[in-house]
T-cell receptor
Framework: GAVVSQHPSRVICKSGTSVKIECRSLDFQATTMFWYRQFPKKSLMLMATSNEGSKATYEQGVEKDKFLINHASLTLSTLTVTSAHPEDSSFYIC??????????????FGPGTRLTVL | AQTVTQSQPEMSVQEAETVTLSCTYDTSESDYYLFWYKQPPSRQMILVIRQEAYKQQNATENRFSVNFQKAAKSFSLKISDSQLGDAAMYFCAYRSAQNAGNNRKLIWGLGTSLAVNP
């Protein structure tokens, strides 16, 4: 149980284009999803927290107009990188939070998306 | 603000031996959760073990166990009978037990890279 999928796994795009990444909880309903960015050999950097049906909460320093997050249902959240530039190239990971299963609020992670902006 | 410190950037262990990864944290809260996550070369983040601070008993999951010392704010991970598949980056993480606002996000350590030698 507690499987999270992410699509696409890899994407290459031209500078100035927008890219959408989907995060789905496959076998549970996630009230909260989290979006992270990870640089090589580094820890995860939280970008935003997404609650179903409400606006995402962005971490300090993350541009909300550049990284658009939509959490339309209890199983789907999307991250859109708008007008992507080479500095946006990174590994993006989502996680989904399960409260219903256990009293411990545990995050389960998707496999990540490698974004390369040319 | 809470912090998580992993003081060992790299560790190595011989196959079938036991290794302990260190994690310390700083918090003024009395109720919280602690996690160890594993990130193998595939970069899929996998939950290894979790511990509720109110529980005195150390959590165990097969070959993985923790030594939770609440007063010392220490949460080390012991891997017994190490296997080649245990080679990965290991991250320690803290989460407040409060659910309101931004408290559900994980506070991450910088990680420990574990190599398993055959």
């Amino acid at each position: 149980g507690a499987v999270v999928s992410q699509h696409p796994s890899r994407v290459i795009c031209k500078s100035g284009t927008s890219v959408k990444i989907e995060c789905r909880s496959l076998d549970f309903q996630a009230t909260t999803m989290f979006w992270y960015r990870q640089f090589p050999k580094k820890s995860l950097m939280l970008m935003a927290t997404s609650n179903e049906g409400s606006k995402a909460t962005y971490e300090q320093g993350v541009e909300k107009d550049k990284f658009l997050i939509n959490h339309a249902s209890l199983t789907l959240s999307t991250l859109t990188v708008t007008s992507a530039h080479p500095e946006d190239s990174s590994f993006y990971i989502c996680s989904a939070s399960v409260i219903a299963f256990t009293s411990t609020d545990t995050q389960y992670f998707g496999p990540g998306t490698r974004l390369t902006v040319l | 603000a809470q912090t998580v410190t992993q003081s060992q950037p790299e560790m190595s262990v011989q196959e079938a031996e036991t290794v302990t990864l260190s994690c310390t944290y700083d918090t003024s809260e009395s109720d919280y959760y602690l996690f160890w996550y594993k990130q193998p070369p595939s970069r899929q983040m996998i939950l290894v073990i979790r511990q509720e601070a109110y529980k005195q008993q150390n959590a165990t999951e097969n070959r993985f166990s923790v030594n939770f010392q609440k007063a010392a704010k220490s949460f080390s991970l012991k891997i017994s009978d190490s296997q080649l598949g245990d080679a990965a980056m290991y991250f320690c993480a803290y989460r407040s037990a409060q659910n309101a606002g931004n408290n559900r996000k994980l506070i991450w350590g910088l990680g420990t890279s574990l190599a398993v030698n055959p």
